[in-house]
């Protein structure tokens, strides 16, 4: 039954779960964690991505990626890219049941919510100031940072023998941690195209009540953006031997 598919799927699934659950419970009103801020939503996608990589190995993925950016550069490190097409297409049906979940979960909570735009942030992201080139860029800049960083703590260049085994999920949370609180602010970081873009074709179907469009005018950014990031991360690492 294990498989490194549905280890990438059910990963993706507890990641969006627990991630896009923390939006939802911060911005839907009546919710007992509303108006609990940034931190609480940074610490908490910390947590989802910890989880997320845990459950996605015990369902048989040693790779646990759970984002088409980390596909990405490591075929690139690698020169395999058998993985990206199958992870992605994985990573993004995860994300899809994961925010469905997430709709099921705060059921009666959306009617109650006036705001339009917030139920939709509880499903994928949007811009403090829409501008499409620096939010792209914003995009390109924090993942460039997440994979590079990931990247560096498991190598040997690095540590001789790379993350100690079981450490490496508890870091990487640690680097989504610090980006967002560091570089979250400009676009809500979504740092992850399945992350943004499954979640965004849920809210496009689901029968959400009172909500606004899906804003697929801005979907490219955290997608393209990403995976940019992640590539140009990826070409690094290969070109240092990490």
């Known amino acids: ?99 469905t979940t997430v709709w099921l979960f705060y059921q009666p909570f959306w009617a109650g919510t006036p705001d339009a735009e917030a139920k939709r942030a509880c499903f994928c992201t949007s811009p403090a100031i829409r501008n499409y080139p620096s939010n792209f860029i914003s995009e390109v800049i924090a993942t460039f940072v997440l994979v590079l960083v990931a990247g560096a703590m498991g190598s040997r260049l690095v540590l001789s023998s790379g993350a100690a085994n079981g450490v490496g999920p508890f870091l990487v949370g640690c680097i989504v941690w610090g980006v967002g609180l560091s570089l979250g602010g400009t676009t809500g970081y979504a740092i992850n195209p399945a992350r943004d873009f499954g979640p965004r074709i849920a809210h496009a179907i689901l029968p959400i009540a009172g909500k606004t469009t899906s804003d697929w005018s801005y979907a490219w950014v955290p997608f393209l953006g990403p995976m940019v990031g992640g590539a140009i991360a990826g070409a690094i690492l290969l070109a240092l031997g990490a």
């Open 1 to 99: 039954m294990r498989s490194a598919i549905l280890g990438e799927f059910m990963g993706t699934f507890i990641l969006i779960l627990l991630g896009n659950g923390v939006v939802a419970g911060v911005l839907l009103k009546r919710s007992k964690a509303e108006n609990a801020g940034w931190m609480v939503i940074c610490t908490a996608w910390a947590f989802a991505v910890l989880c997320g990589i845990f459950t996605a190995n015990l369902f048989g993925s040693p790779d646990a990626h759970l984002n088409p950016a980390f596909t990405l550069a490591f075929a690139i490190t690698t020169h395999d890219y058998s993985k990206v097409l199958p992870y992605i297409g994985a990573q993004i049906a995860g994300a899809i049941v994961g925010a």
